[in-house]
């Protein structure tokens, strides 16, 4: 009689072993998709100097536009002189004050060190999310 190498009957779902990395790609392509995981990484790509402020142009609402065209030039989440890692998106969080509308933040690990992030999205006529308000832990 044959035998095989399995380590678990056919069929056999395991909630303790890891998803493959298929489905853990997959799972962080839908989530990248959501509004406030969509523009927090967008947010640290303009802020670390990476795109140009103008990525967010149609974006954002005038007054948080203004607060970026402030922002971007000093790229407050550049990593350290000397070279260093690109600015990671560690953790997007959000709460939904009302309907239409989304309270995130973002941590932003630059280096070795964790950088905060805030910015508030709302929802307009035309169903685009909009950026409204951007906050970051320090400013220059």
Do not use: K
């Not at 493959?20 to 790609?25: D, E, F, G, I, R």
């Not at 550049?78 to 995130?104: I, K, L, N």
């Amino acid at each position: 009689m044959p035998t095989t190498n399995r380590t678990a009957p056919p069929g056999r779902r395991d909630p303790g072993r890891p998803a493959s990395s298929a489905v853990l790609a997959a799972r962080r392509r839908e989530r990248d998709r959501l509004p406030h995981y969509w523009f927090a990484h967008r947010l640290v790509l303009v802020l670390s100097g990476q795109r140009p402020v103008h990525l967010l142009l149609g974006h954002a609402r005038d007054e948080a536009y203004e607060q970026l065209t402030r922002l971007a030039p000093h790229t407050p989440l550049r990593p350290a002189p000397g070279g260093g890692p690109a600015p990671v998106v560690r953790q997007v969080g959000w709460s939904q004050p009302r309907p239409g509308a989304v309270e995130a933040f973002a941590r932003i690990a630059v280096g070795d060190r964790l950088r905060a992030l805030a910015f508030r999205l709302e929802r307009v006529r035309d169903q685009r999310w909009m950026c409204s308000a951007v906050e970051l832990d320090t400013v220059p």
